[in-house]
């Protein structure tokens, strides 16, 4: 599985209230978890937050925002008047994420947006992540995204599929957990379209950042871009 190869996934077509699209968005929650993805960024945040807490943060392609929401609140109990900016296209947070974070102290806005619109408004932040996202875009339209994104905050993660067998032989195990099918779909093409070595340090803006690639055992890809 030598170059990206990217075929689009069924959940970015189906109308996020679809009964089809409701049980990916479960399984992606589930997989989070069996991925180490829900540890990975929570000891991410206490690691880069441990002296000062966040005052705004942002989530691109935060899909029902569930996993962001877990992970801010289960890091950052208390929200202390901080912002949360959860933006996608087609964003379906549920009430109760909403509330609950609310009820934490943090300032959340819902941002029905593309995220190219979205990054090109300056906002203050201190970081941006991304989970499971730019995996979504060719090189050239991601290298104009990470572009966008090292002028809108210092700090910038993303968690990705890893591309490769190991990735493969994971979708091949989906059916064991009773995965829907538009799951098994797009699990396959996300690995496909994942990436690889420095293949996002590549595409990141070459001054003044320090980069951190590598892969996150077994099947993800991690990145992290701290401006120096
Ligand atoms: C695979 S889901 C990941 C959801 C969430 N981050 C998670 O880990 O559960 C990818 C999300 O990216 C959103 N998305 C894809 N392209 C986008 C774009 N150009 N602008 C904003 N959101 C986009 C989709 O709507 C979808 O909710």
Redesign the pocket.
């Known amino acids: 599985m030598k170059a990206r190869h990217l075929t689009p ?1 069924l ?2 077509e189906l109308p ?1 209230e679809a009964s089809e699209a409701m049980a990916s ?1 479960l399984d ?2 589930v997989l ?1 978890t069996l991925m180490g ?1 829900r540890r990975a960024w929570r000891s991410w945040l206490r690691r880069e937050f441990a002296s000062i807490p966040p005052r705004a943060l942002a ?10 929401a877990e992970n801010f609140l289960a890091t950052f109990p208390e929200g202390n008047g901080a912002t949360l900016f959860l ?6 947070v549920a009430d109760i994420t909403l509330r609950t974070l609310q009820r934490a102290g943090w300032n959340v806005y819902v941002e029905t ?4 619109d ?1 990054l090109s408004k300056p906002r203050p932040l201190d970081a941006i992540c ?4 730019l995996h ?2 060719d090189d050239t339209t991601l290298a104009r995204l990470l572009a966008l994104a090292s002028h809108a905050a210092p700090l910038f993660a993303a ?1 990705e599929p890893q591309r490769g067998w190991l990735g493969l032989a994971g979708v091949a195990a989906l059916p064991l957990i009773d995965a829907h099918a538009v799951t098994l779909h ?1 699990a396959r093409v ?1 690995v496909e379209a994942g990436f690889r070595a420095r293949e996002v340090s590549t595409l990141w803006p070459r001054d003044g950042w320090l980069c951190e690639e590598r892969r996150a055992f077994p099947f993800s890809h991690w990145f992290c871009a701290r401006k120096l």
């Open positions: 996934e959940l970015d996020p968005r992606l929650y989070n993805h989530e691109l392609g935060c899909g029902d925002g569930a996993f962001a933006v996608d296209r087609a964003p379906c947006a593309d995220v190219f979205w991304t989970n499971l996202f979504h875009f968690m797009d996300s």
